[in-house]
């Protein structure tokens, strides 16, 4: 059985999707902090089972600790965190809390219950503004321009040195590019519950009315078009990474770090030319100022995952833009139908 934390937020919960539709049995502890129990639901409809649930903080030693006794867990994928940039400047206490200190309780609670096989929700930000492009896993880690950055290096840190202190851990770092899309079905996608952060749902909110334009943080990079390169990857492959993660690990021993993102780049033009192709929707812009801490570039070099993992992104930018427009449809009929009841 995977325990799974942050299982009903956007990225686990396709994780403990791909996990079911694989065979494994799944358990999910999250505090619903940024997520919803619904969520459940929706992977069970597309699971044709249920995964199960515990409502609860991964930092409860004691509760972590009776859940990893009570269930036959063998494997533990860690998604369980606060990730809003912006957020974490403002607090960064409880940004350090959650994050770093809900790292030390779970390893802390796997060391006792003699389960040493981890997968960890890291970030290409631990990159800083890497000057080598593309970024590969032996590029230095750099220093993460805000507490959010530096909560997942601590994480990284905290991680590697407890996997050199005992030989029995296995420990993958996912380090994610640009997690964007839905699952195809529409059923499963990102729900931000307060105004958004990043690119995608910004811009899908821009489409639906919701916002009447999309801020563009700056256009004088050194890049193509002079606005900023991502490498975004569609959240079902960035799924898909972590169960041949998962069954890497268990051949190996100590740290293992692994890039997921497709190796390519993407500008703001692109993603806004290449949505408005897939939607019909013309994406109103407004050129801004820079956002402070953004970088140019950041794109990956896939290569060590692809060997060592046998595993490459498969989806391109359009299904990523289509799934997730659909999925920010689907949303938008539902909170419709909600308001009118
Ligand atoms: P999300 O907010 O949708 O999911 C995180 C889940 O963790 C939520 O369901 C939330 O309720 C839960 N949670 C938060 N604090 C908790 C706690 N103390 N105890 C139990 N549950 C808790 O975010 P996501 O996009 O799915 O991200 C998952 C992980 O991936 C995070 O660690 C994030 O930092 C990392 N990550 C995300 C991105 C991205 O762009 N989405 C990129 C790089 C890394
Ligand atoms: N971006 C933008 N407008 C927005 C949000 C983001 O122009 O409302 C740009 C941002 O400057 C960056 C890219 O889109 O170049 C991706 O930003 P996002 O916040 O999604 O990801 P990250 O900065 O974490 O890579």
Redesign the pocket.
Known sequence: MILI?????????HVALECMVRGEEVLI???????QRSAIDRISVLAGKRPGFIF????NRRLLDSVLRDYPIDAVV??????AVGESVREPLRYYN??VG?SVVLCQAMAQAGIFRLVF?????VYGDCTCMPINESCATGQPTNP?GMS?LMCENVMKSVASSDPRWSIGLLR?F??IGAHASGLLG?APTSTPN?LLPYLLQVALGERRALAVFGNDYPTPDGTGVRDYIHVEDLALGHIRALDALRDRRGVSLWNLGTGRGYSVLDVVKAFEKVSGIPIPLNVEARRPGDIACCWADPQKSIEELGWQARHGLEKMLADAWRWQCNQHKRDEVRKAN
Request: charged share 15%; glycine share 18%; net charge neutral.
């Open positions: 934390t942050g299982g009903t937020g956007y990225i686990g919960a502890l999250d505090n619903l902090c940024n997520s609860g903080d991964v930092r860690h998604c369980a965190g606060l990730k959650t994050n809900g929700s890291s970030s290409a930000t959010y997942k994610y640009n997690p990102e990043n």
